[in-house]
C-alpha cells in the first residue's frame, strides 16, 4: 500500500520519475547496481535485511541521497540521530495509521525533501553527519524549489552518474541564460524527456544503461539533429571511439576525468558553459541529409595560454606577403580550412575527391589527441591519401595533408615542388594549428598557383589570410551559411571582401577539381 501511495503523490511532480518500487533490500539493490536512481525513498522495516543495514550498504557500495519515510514511535526503533550517521539525508516519521490521508496531506512536503536530496552529491551522502562540511538535514527544508526565471538554452543533461547529473545541473545553472530541462540517467528516460520537451542542447555521457551512448547519439541525428556535447570517462582512451563519435554528429567532446568530477567541473564551469553556448548556435539540418561526422572535437578546459594571452595574430609566426613575381611552377594546391562542423565538412569534400586531385593542406581545429585518429580515418574512407603532416613531407597531388594537433602547418616552395613545415609557436586567434598561419604561408610561397577555401565554424581565424591569399593573386571561396554548422569564419572572411565566391558545401569539391584541370581558365 504505502509503494503505491508514495509513487502516485511523488509522480504528481513533472520533475520526478519513480523507476521502480520494490518491497525490499535485495530487490532494490540489484536494481541500483543497474540503473542508480538520484534519490532513494526507503521504510526501515523490511523483510530479509534491516532498515539500517541497508542505508549502510548503499552509502558503502553506491553513496546515493536517501530520504527515510518510515515509523520511528515503534519501541527500540532508530533515533533520527542514527539514521543521519548513517547517512540519510532527511528522516520522515510516517504514521502507522491513515497512511494514504498522511502521504496525501503531506504531498508538497515529500516532493520538497526528494528535490532537495536531488541537489546534494551522492559522495556527500556517504560523509558522517559531524562532518562539519556537510550541514545535511540538521533540521527539515520546507523551501521550495524555484524554476529558473528565464529560460533561454534548454539543456538536457544524460549521464549513468547521480553525482554527475548533479554537478553538471549546478554549473550550468550557474549561467541565466541556461535552463537545466531534465537531467536523467539513461537514453529511454531522455527520450520520455524530449517528448515533453525538445532541448537546444543534450550534454551526454557515453556509459548509459539500456542503450549506449553512440547509438543514442546516432538515433538522435536520424530522428531529430541536435547539438550534442559529449562529456565521457570513455573518450579519455581510445581515440577511434571519438572520430566514431564526430562521425556520428557530435559537437564537442570533452574528457571527464574518472576520479576529483566535481573540482573538474568546478574549475572549468565557464569552458562547459562555453561549450553549451557554442553547441546551440549550430545548425544541424544539414546533418541528417549528409549522414556524414558532425563537428569538430573541442577539450572543456581552455588551455591555460589560449585562456590567458592577448588575441596574437600570424604576426608572431611569419611575416605578412609582400608583392613578389609570378611564380614559376604550375603545380597547384589547395588550402582548407575549418573549425566546428568541420569534421562532417571535410569528409563530403574529402570523399568527393579523384585520387588525381590538387594537393590540399588542412587546418582543423581539434585537440590534439584525437587528430591522428581522424586523419586516419579519412583516409580509410576516401580515394586520395590523408594523413598527419609531418615536417619536411612534399604536398603531392591526389593526397592531402592534416596540421598535426598543437601544431602550426606551413607550406615552403622550394624550387616547383611545395614542403609542409610542422612547427611550434604561440596560440594564433586562440588556436594552434591556425587557419590564418597556414593560409598566409601559401599565399606567400604560392600565389596564384593556390585554392583557398573556408569553411564552417566559429570565430574568424583563417579570414585574414584568406585575405592575404586573394590579395595575391589566389583563389578563394567560403562556405555558404545554409550548408554551414557555424557561419562565423565564413562569415568573417565575406565581410572582409577574402572570398572570391560564396557556395554550399556540395558544390566544394566539384569546385577544387574545375579549378585544378583548368590551369589558363577563369578561377572557380
Not at 138 to 151: D, F, G, I, L, M
Not at 320 to 341: C, D, F, K, Y
Not at 418 to 442: C, K, Q, T
Amino acid at each position: 500500500m504505502a509503494r503505491v501511495v508514495v509513487t502516485e503523490q511523488l509522480r504528481t511532480d513533472p520533475s520526478i520519475t519513480v523507476i521502480a518500487a520494490v518491497a525490499d533490500p535485495n530487490v532494490a539493490m540489484a536494481l541500483i547496481k543497474k540503473h542508480l536512481p538520484d534519490v532513494i525513498v526507503m521504510e526501515l522495516a523490511f523483510p530479509r535485511m534491516d532498515g539500517l543495514t541497508f542505508l549502510r550498504k548503499i552509502m558503502a557500495e553506491r553513496p546515493t541521497p536517501v530520504v527515510i519515510c518510515a515509523t520511528l514511535t515503534d519501541a527500540g526503533s532508530l533515533t533520527v540521530p542514527e539514521l543521519l550517521a548513517a547517512g540519510a539525508v532527511r528522516v520522515v516519521n510516517k504514521a502507522k495509521d491513515g497512511l494514504q490521508q498522511f502521504l496525501g496531506d503531506t504531498t508538497a512536503d515529500l516532493i520538497d525533501a526528494v528535490k532537495a536530496a536531488a541537489t546534494l552529491p551522492s559522495s556527500a551522502a556517504a560523509r558522517p553527519r559531524d562532518d562539519p562540511q556537510v550541514p545535511l538535514a540538521a533540521k527539515p527544508t520546507t523551501e521550495r524549489v524555484v524554476a529558473a526565471p528565464q529560460k533561454t538554452i534548454r539543456v538536457l543533461v544524460v549521464d549513468h552518474s547521480a553525482v554527475a547529473r548533479v554537478i553538471v545541473s549546478e554549473q550550468l545553472r550557474t549561467d541565466p541564460s541556461i535552463t537545466v530541462t531534465a537531467a536523467v540517467a539513461d537514453p529511454i528516460f531522455a527520450m520520455l524527456s524530449m517528448k515533453k520537451q525538445w532541448p537546444d542542447v543534450i550534454v551526454m555521457e557515453l556509459d548509459l544503461p539500456r542503450m549506449d551512448g553512440l547509438t543514442f547519439l546516432r538515433k538522435i541525428m536520424a530522428e531529430r539533429p541536435t547539438p550534442v556535447v559529449i562529456c565521457s570517462t570513455l573518450t579519455a582512451h581510445g581515440a577511434p571511439t571519438t572520430s566514431e563519435l564526430l562521425a556520428a554528429g557530435a559537437i564537442r567532446v570533452v574528457n571527464k576525468p574518472k576520479g576529483g568530477m566535481k573540482q573538474f567541473f568546478e574549475d572549468a564551469t565557464a569552458d562547459l558553459i562555453g561549450a553549451v553556448k557554442a553547441a546551440s548556435q549550430a545548425e544541424l539540418g544539414t546533418v541528417k541529409a549528409a549522414t556524414l561526422p558532425s563537428s569538430g572535437a573541442s577539450r572543456l578546459r581552455a588551455d591555460p595560454l589560449v585562456a590567458s594571452a592577448k588575441v596574437l595574430t600570424a604576426d608572431v609566426i611569419t611575416a605578412a606577403p609582400t608583392p613578389q613575381a609570378a611564380n614559376p611552377t604550375t603545380e597547384r594546391i589547395v588550402a582548407l580550412g575549418t573549425s566546428m562542423g568541420g569534421t562532417q565538412a571535410l569528409e563530403r569534400v574529402l570523399l568527393a575527391l579523384p585520387s588525381d586531385c590538387p594537393g590540399i593542406a588542412i587546418v582543423q581545429h581539434m585537440p590534439e589527441q584525437f587528430m591522428k585518429a581522424f586523419a586516419e580515418r579519412l583516409n580509410d574512407v576516401s580515394e586520395i591519401e590523408v594523413r598527419e603532416a609531418e615536417h619536411g613531407e612534399q604536398l603531392l597531388p591526389g593526397h592531402a595533408l592534416i596540421a598535426p594537433g598543437g601544431k602550426h602547418l606551413m607550406l615552403k616552395r622550394r624550387g616547383r615542388q611545395y614542403f609542409a613545415e610542422v612547427i611550434d609557436g604561440p596560440f594564433v586567434n586562440r588556436h594552434r594549428p591556425s587557419v590564418d598561419v597556414l593560409f598566409r604561408s601559401i599565399a606567400k610561397c604560392a600565389g596564384s598557383n593556390a585554392l583557398g577555401i573556408i569553411m564552417t565554424g566559429m570565430g574568424d581565424d583563417g579570414a585574414h589570410g584568406l585575405l592575404e591569399m586573394r590579395q595575391a593573386g589566389a583563389a578563394t571561396v567560403a562556405q555558404d551559411e545554409a550548408s554551414c554548422v557555424v557561419f562565423g569564419m565564413p562569415k568573417a572572411a565575406i565581410e572582409l571582401s577574402a572570398a572570391e565566391r560564396v557556395m554550399s558545401l556540395g558544390h566544394i569539391a566539384q569546385a577544387i577539381m574545375t579549378w585544378g584541370a583548368d590551369r589558363g581558365a577563369p578561377k572557380p
